[in-house]
T-cell receptor
Framework: DGGITQSPKYLFRKEGQNVTLSCEQN?????MYWYRQDPGQGLRLIYY???????QKGDIAEGYSVSREKKESFPLTVTSAQKNPTAFYLC???????????FGSGTRLTVV | DQQVKQNSPSLSVQEGRISILNCDYT??????FLWYKKYPAEGPTFLIS?????DKNEDGRFTVFLNKSAKHLSLHIVPSQPGDSAVYFC??????????????FGKGTLLTVNP
């Protein structure tokens, strides 16, 4: 079955450490996205990539980094520069305009 | 600057009645609108969408209405069922050509359907 896989589902990180969240899709979608969900804040765009080896900052990119070396993969690194990293992170992909997104099941990151 | 607004954080309705979730937007360039449903600790799932050239789209119990002059859309669920209890996100996009495509989401409305 085609879909998006995010791993791990739960992740704990010590303050000051970088951590990478995985996102893999087998839908053959060109575009991929990372969103963050906080209570009362909805979904906020961190980074997105429309094509391999290219990506753009979203609304809240500070403290995050991404890479897009393969069409299927769009990992997100939460760096120690991110002041409030504890959140629910969602990865999505899209065929393009007017197709909407397909979301992964999310990763809950907790900084301890 | 919030371009997509869902002003009701929560809504409670009785099973069998109509649920109406509202969404307002400020960007007149938005031309495609979607509703997503989300359960806790899961990714959102697509529910229904509407293009700006239409004013209504229906899919089973779900109907989305778009009023472009008022920059307002609404999702109607009839009849509401307890399994509809979830957070509903309104989303919009403004496609300007090329490869730049992304959705802007509202903050969501928590719908509770009581048996």
């Amino acid at each position: 079955d085609g879909g998006i896989t995010q791993s791990p589902k739960y992740l704990f990180r010590k303050e000051g450490q970088n951590v990478t969240l995985s996102c893999e899709q087998n839908l053959n979608h060109d575009a991929m996205y990372w969103y963050r969900q906080d209570p009362g804040q909805g979904l906020r765009l961190i980074y997105y990539s429309q094509i391999v080896n290219d990506f753009q900052k979203g609304d809240i990119a500070e403290g995050y980094s991404v890479s897009r070396e393969k069409k299927e993969s769009f990992p997100l690194t939460v760096t120690s520069a991110q002041k409030n990293p504890t959140a629910f992170y969602l990865c999505a992909s899209s065929e393009g305009p007017f197709y909407g997104y397909t979301f992964g099941s999310g990763t809950r990151l907790t900084v301890v | 600057d919030q371009q997509v607004k869902q002003n009701s954080p929560s809504l409670s309705v009785q099973e069998g009645r109509i649920s109406i979730l509202n969404c307002d937007y400020t960007n007149s360039m938005f031309d495609y609108f979607l509703w997503y449903k989300k359960y806790p600790a899961e990714g959102p799932t697509f529910l229904i969408s509407i293009s700006s050239i239409k004013d209504k789209n229906e899919d089973g119990r779900f109907t989305v209405f778009l009023n472009k002059s008022a920059k307002h859309l609404s999702l109607h669920i009839v009849p509401s069922q307890p399994g509809d209890s979830a957070v509903y996100f309104c989303a919009a996009s403004a496609y300007s050509g090329g490869s730049n495509y992304k959705l802007t989401f509202g903050k969501g409305t928590l719908l509770t359907v009581n048996p």
